[in-house]
């Protein structure tokens, strides 16, 4: 039995809500997209929203035109203005990627994704430096500067990967990266710009980043990568298998930026880790099952300890990188699939936002916390296996002894959530109703049931201040378990066997 | 094992249906109550409403006033108008009860409940068809006379106890019934009519309602009464006890008036059970309480067999003969305590609301209807001891063939809810909690939770065109069980055994 | 003076609201579109939408693949379900155009628009006519066949415009119309085919679809066409100027059809103009002013007279054939600018929305109807010179005896609303707010607010059951007035001498 | 013309809208009222709602009961909680009354209002502070200290009058505040507590209430009363009419607390009018008038001057203290009718909520305000004769040179609101549509279209930095003016000449 310690070391970070990935931004101008967004709001509250294309096409803000024989060009903000009053009005702020490029300013034609994002660098610096210049003028004109400084802007994405950035060409990544940092800083010296957004196998990259910085006196306010775990996409049509290394390892990537500017300019620059999934694959079926959620629990329990944030790649399914999906469930990366029906990773998320702001402790199983009235909190995961080779077993035990209040005899009112593979799991559901592509209004209602998570409440004593709390976990089940104090207000008349149909036993 | 015949006898009927209760008609103004009305709405479909105190002084509609030495009275549709309008925008009709007296046309001082009803006859016959005839006119206009002849006008409310109807006097309900009859068919002959919403407890008034109506040809398009099988109340503070009598005995005064009118002119008329219950005090713990829901469920399923319509009392905790609740379980008739937390009793008619339109087969222990789209849908309850002298089994089994689609092999998606003493059930949620008088927001969020069914699902296989369903059902238990077939769209790459995490057993 | 007579000689058709046009299907995917659309449901109350891209890549329906080497095509309807879905949620029904061609299936690459709608005939037309049949039965499945023989479905658009069609071939159109049509009978027979959508400009096309349909015995079960009277574009930065024809040319358009098929087997078949507007460009600032409701108005009152249908296009600037709009006002075709600003068209549209059933009167510059209560309602317009060649006056009067009610003398009071060069013209406003190109919140709420129509009322006298209205309307003024007979319920006590600050005069 | 200046003495005070009047508080329960709350705090932005009868019987607090043989007290919260849940839900806190006394506590039967608010001291003056106590600790225990003590609680109503305390027995109300104030400290010290709550016509009460606060040591931490200007009462049915003394006359009585309480302990105590109105009747017709918001104006612009909060007395008409309204105008106080038609006085207090927080100048007929976005906003009004003798002009001339931005020549776009005997003036169309008691709802959407104010906008040129703004009032007129500097983004190829319709003028 693992005895909870009754004081508290200290809070629980908040690094796993900083921010969430999305799909490309104009996306953001849907219906489907923004009444997911205002849900994981209010039952995660993510505090930023980072995703691509800002500068593609679809937002439509670079707008060259001929007047009078001579090239213009025009920034627009139909688009953007619609987005980010989107985000504003459901209570999160953006966390501004610079990227992709306009065609219209593009040095080549290469594209990446379904949606074409343009990946050539600018033909044209000025004109590229006139259009970040021109945007973030426009959001502090629009929104504020104080409210515009906390959102942070990052230059590019992945740019060590020649699918993001033409031939990952790393000095005219530095340079986009210079020209953009400053421009940024002439519109209002306290936004925050930072980089460079890496992909989990770039080498020496964030090395040289810090040089760079360094040498040529560029601002950097916070370093950024990516982390992923998955091997190579094996294609199915419409799909992919991957393996994944074990979940272990996205910690280690996690903290890499840490070790690697230790002794650098940017040694104590926030680290935002910009994206993280266990695959980088928008249609890998993984990413719909209770495994990845008891996968993922331990790394959003303990990511507070390596890096600022670290954003999940991304909050719902409205993501259309290798095409429009074909099936609610088609291995998208969302915590929702279209039409908001929870993944069980939504709840492993939703559950920590239930969390209270003090740790008690925490495990390879398990975390503890208090809120300030008193309740106790547990978060609790059952083992994976990612590769297959030792197969976990259908029962995981797992026993605390929780402090509840001060010493003394009583009784906890206990209140339990949990997602398996047979709970809160809307994916088992669409599996056994047979895979169907475009469900039907009363299918969709079905599978919303089917999400949501098994609930049961009991009573356990209090016995010297302490419950002895025993919790088996189901396979890949995360449960949330709420303790509460009874405060009995049973008046002295109430006599229970007068109750019909009580139960004798 | 019970075989379900493939083919339906018939419908199943709607009488459950046609209408509901509610507190006193003032009441229906608080947003509460429209919260309420429009979830029950929603989710069961009941297709009118009837309460108390139309013509009561909450009401304000009989206004009597003096001008120049005169005594006039103003008819004021204030509140009425808004009441009508919140039922219609909720799409549930009125159900008009006519009564109580306005205290300034009444005959005495008598009231009943806290809320002050006048029980007595109106000092004034002339002034109380003027009123009852202004209201007609007024709702004619206002709503349209093909709408409001879809309002059944029911004359007073059980005039046979001297609570009621002051001494109980028959011969002065027969002349209100008269005049207001009378009154009521000046407005618009086809505005149906009726009463005498006898208590269960009259003898021989309802014959003598028929030889009335016979003797002086006033017209009667329906005749009403009311059903509760609970004992006298035996008091606590803010509560009572009773005993109850077996559930078959609400289905024995459904049927009486068919029988008692068999051979009069009365004898077609439709019959509407206007008010029925267990017990018929607001503040007797067993209407909150699963068993309540498990001891409805045979009558509730068998009623229309009797009776025209049969309407449960009430659809929700806003509601205060005897006084404003002190707790939010505080033993009252609603299907919904404050604040829309569903008892178990909401879920037996929530379940009843899904089931199909065609009626296969009924028993004991279960109901089973099909849907037009071909899904077959079960109602099955436990069986309940309302004396306390024989206790019922832990367990219920049951096990049904199931006729599903054509002959044939295939498989059955079934999916499962459920309420019983664990699940669905925030009564014993708030037992556990201490019974908190005055819930915290937190305490009504987890009060919501625990009202929520248990909801399973899993594959069975079809035989034949048939589906072996066993069912097993816990204590005081109601459960809903939907058979769909299974059309599987899973295509012919998907290979099960290349997702991560997936069970080996 | 115009006397208005007192008996209806019929009802006002209600081909002017039977369908509205739309941007690309997919655009329905947005908020901002579903609250347009929402918001013309509701306060103008169209029957149907059509619109461009169903087949598109954008709707992501055709969806080749390949397994184990051979090529299958999937088709998927996961944003379908959601576009449709939304357009039912608004009460509003599908009017389905049966293009652009999907890529993948295209026999070329000429594409049509800024989002690149492929104008080739399908290089496989057994692929095609699996795709049409899929998607309908899909429809069908999904909404039932009641619902979906509901949508009339139309074959491509303006095949004769070598933009559309590529090279405008006329034989590849009657070959595609005919596999097309026998794809969706033999999904339905019921639903109903249609076609050729033929610009303004086309020559005998009509007279040879009736001629092709009658020799290959193709099913025809309406004809449409579009209609527009501008002239040339005349391009400057993000916009176009145009002449206008004047407006009875839009009636002549309207004519055409059933003129042109007289005597022909399609004499009968309904006709659908499926498009028309003033000018055909999405950047016409005329589309914006007061004085394209003044020009349009009397349009849209006779146009019944011509034709079964006549569908504005389009109801919201949510539309992008020349890119995404860079301003608020940039001349776009809907009725509401992005977020739901109302132009002076969407008023006359409102006030149409208004009349009542019974036709009275119309002229030049009236149209007079009554409601069933017995309120009679006027819509009047000011005349236009679309020429620029013979100024309009700056006052229009007009006079009229208008019936109201039993003969005999009483009041009326008379509520008037317009909108003109001043009034109900967020054009206007926005131009003397300086044009901003991204209105602030705060100016959005002053646009919404110079949107809403000028509202006044007064008090008439009858005379011998008659109003004697006299209306004097600004330029390019649009009103709708609404006569209600007074029944005075003032109480005889009130003596509007004691009420407080009341005029002396 | 007058010269405003350019530079802000100082701030606008808040004190106008730090609280409002409401109905009893069991009237919170209801749709309409808490409708009317949300559309208050959403356009005007009141910070606290005072109410009668917190304590009295339809709250249902205070529960006696007998158990064993023993009378005890039961605090029930049902009702307090939903009623203070919907205030802060809409936004608004609770200033607390202490107020009536419940039945069962009364020391006498003594009652005022149709709704029976027992006005006699309690009997038992242990089980008053037991009530006070308990319900103080609820709301702490539920919202928070934090929360609870920025709700000021405030000992009776108008004890100086008999018809609100039994004899205006001030003695008994010095012992009632005695023990009501240890009681609120002793729950906690910070919930800030006062009295006396004096009528407009009290008589050194106050003074003698500061001494009896010092001899005593009782605490005191603000002081309040009320203020009106009506005459006594001349009764129509279901109306009085009253005279008014000039509207100044509320400015003194404002004032009166300080002047009297200066040298005293109190003397620097907030006051708190917690009441105000012109007439203190809820059926005088004045109310509803277009005079009564040019009455009000300068009060309500000058109150901050003396008074650190003066409370409109109500804001809304669900008000029954002579009994349920018969009448959607019907003399009541509200700045809203039943369901939410504005009066004249709502857009008084609308536009003050648009004022910005620099005071730039104020004047007998004007207020000038600037925003810190530089805006200038003006509130207007026209004189008003309450006595009758003195006749207003039909026209209020007045002119402002209003500063904007810096010096310099450029242009202005000004917006102007108004509400008049024509405009905003939803009372002047029931007048004319025939005074309907019970308006239908097509009746209803034209007085909500009617209660609109007018709206027009102009440009205007700036010259030295300044407009020359002339305004012209109508009789009767509230206007509020908003001068922005245009910043013109017109694109320089716009030709106005090329638009088609444009005025040639």
Known sequence: MIRVPAESPGPFPDAWRYCVGTGRLDLALR??????????????????????????????????????????????????????????????????ELGFMPSALAGGDDTVFWWRGNITPPRDTAEWTAL??????????????EEVRT?????WNEPDLPQFWRDADEDAYHRLYEATAHAVKEVDAAIPV??????????????????????????????????????????????????????????????????ALAGTRLAGAPVHITEFNSSYRPDNPVHDTAFHAAYLAPVVVAGGDHADSFAYWTFCDVFEETGIPTAPFHGGFG??????????????????????????????????????????????????????????????PLRLSVPLGARGRGEAFVRRLGVDEEHGNAYAAWRRMGSPRSPSPHQLDVLHEAAEPARSHRRLPVTGGRVDLPLTLARHEVAFVELTRVSDETPPWWDERRLLGRDPG
């Open 31 to 96: 219906r489907d997209y923004q009444d997911s967004l205002a849900l994981v709001r209010r039952e995660i509250g993510f505090g930023h929203l980072r995703g691509h294309g800002l500068f593609s096409d679809g937002m439509g803000i670079h707008r060259p035109y001929t007047h009078r024989g001579a090239r213009h060009v025009h920034h627009s903000f139909t688009h953007l203005d619609q987005v980010v009053d989107a985000c504003l009005a459901a209570g999160i702020r953006p966390f501004l």
């Open 132 to 145: 970040v210049r021109a945007t973030l003028t426009h959001l502090v004109g629009r929104y504020g500067a």
């Open 151 to 155: 959102w942070p802007v990052e230059v």
């Open 194 to 259: 930072g980089g460079p957004a890496l992909s989990p196998g770039a080498r020496g990259w964030l090395e040289r980043f810090a040089e760079f910085a360094e040498r040529r006196d560029v601002p950097v306010d916070f370093v950024s990568r990516h982390a992923y775990t998955s091997g190579p996409a094996q294609h199915v049509p419409f799909g992919v298998h991957q393996t994944l290394a074990p979940a272990g390892r996205l910690l280690d990537q996690f903290a890499q930026p840490r070790r």
């Open 335 to 396: 915590l929702l699939t279209h039409r908001q029906i929870r993944k069980p990773v939504y709840h492993l998320y939703a559950f920590l936002a239930r969390m209270g702001p003090d740790l008690l402790t925490r495990g390879d199983d398990h975390l503890v916390t208090r809120h300030r009235d008193g309740r106790v909190t547990v978060l609790a995961w059952a083992p994976v296996d990612p590769t297959g080779t030792s197969p976990v077993p259908a029962r995981h």
